[in-house]
């Protein structure tokens, strides 16, 4: 596999008042305002995980996967031109921009600009949350996971699997159809769900301790329609989340908890019992779908559905913030 996780999502916004609000306050992240005026928010050492760019046109993004070493970046460059798909070195300011030593980028089937790089520029400063955190769950995981609105499911998970290599996760087909993507042990880095039109819905990151999401969720529970989808847990990856809507017509999924999978010996599947076993009222949902995904919850708590108790490797130590 030439790809190894998820790197970094960048996203317009009209202004980055409300940004810097919610990422430190709510989402406890590392803002830094670099020379172009964009918003690098740090999860870990790198230098972005999340960007936040004035300069992209509204409803834009980027996202970058990172490649293994330069032997992989080159491997998959050849993959792409062997495939057809035109895609263009990026000069060395803009990867520096990046915080990456090389980068490549590339359009999707759905239009979304993709993104790969090798050799990522780590901070010498250690990550300091913005407020009292345990942390987040990076690493050889990634930032976490994205997904994306697609018009057409057909064509990207043809374009992900059979030319980025992405592996099967699973798979569900109501109340709305979702495909889920690993590149590492987390249960997915990516998943795209079909709802009739192109866009990023979510970015999840995924933190050490449940009680950072709960006390994150407090802290969202302050403001008025912050919330997206209210604290829940998922049926596949066993994530149990809420979601915070952004002035980015996207939402940040606020995790704790996601399995672990062996991507060696993974089998995909359909499940059957809906997105969740209990919670995430999807506020974005329209009624009747609603209505569907609550009787499937149902339904799975009668049928007794449960995630099983699995415990992480580590240990994590609260970083009161500065
Ligand atoms: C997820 O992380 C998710 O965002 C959805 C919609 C379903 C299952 C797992
Ligand atoms: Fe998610």
Known sequence: MNLKSLGYVGVAAPSLEEWTSLSTRLLGMQPHRDSSGTLQLRLDDYQQRLAIDTRLAPGDHYYGWEAGDAGAFEAL?????????????????????????????????????????????????????????????????????????????????RFYIDVLG????????????????????????????????????????????LDDVGQAYDIAQLEEERIGVTLGRHSNDFMTSFYSRTPSNFMIEYGWGGRDIDPATWKAEEFFHGASLWGHERYWLPPEKRKHALDMRLKAAADGFRAPVHVFEGNYKVVTAC
């Not at 993959?79 to 803009?94: I, K, N, W």
């Not at 159809?177 to 990023?200: D, M, Q, V």
């Open 77 to 157: 460059a050849i993959r792409l031109d062997q495939a057809g798909v035109p895609f263009r070195v990026e000069p060395a300011q803009l990867a520096q921009q990046r915080g990456v030593q090389s980068l490549l980028s590339f359009r999707d089937p759905a239009g979304n600009r993709v993104e790969v790089f090798h050799g990522p520029i780590k901070s010498e400063i250690p990550f300091t949350p913005s407020r009292a955190l345990s942390g987040f769950r990076t690493g050889g995981l990634g930032l976490g996971h994205a997904v994306f609105n697609v018009a057409q499911v057909e064509p990207m998970l």
């Open 166 to 209: 992405f592996g099967l996760s699973d798979y569900m087909l109501k109340p709305f159809k979702a495909y889920f993507l690993h590149l590492n042990s987390r249960h997915h880095s990516l998943a795209l769900i079909e709802t009739g039109s192109n866009g990023l819905h979510h970015v999840m990151v995924e933190l050490l301790s």
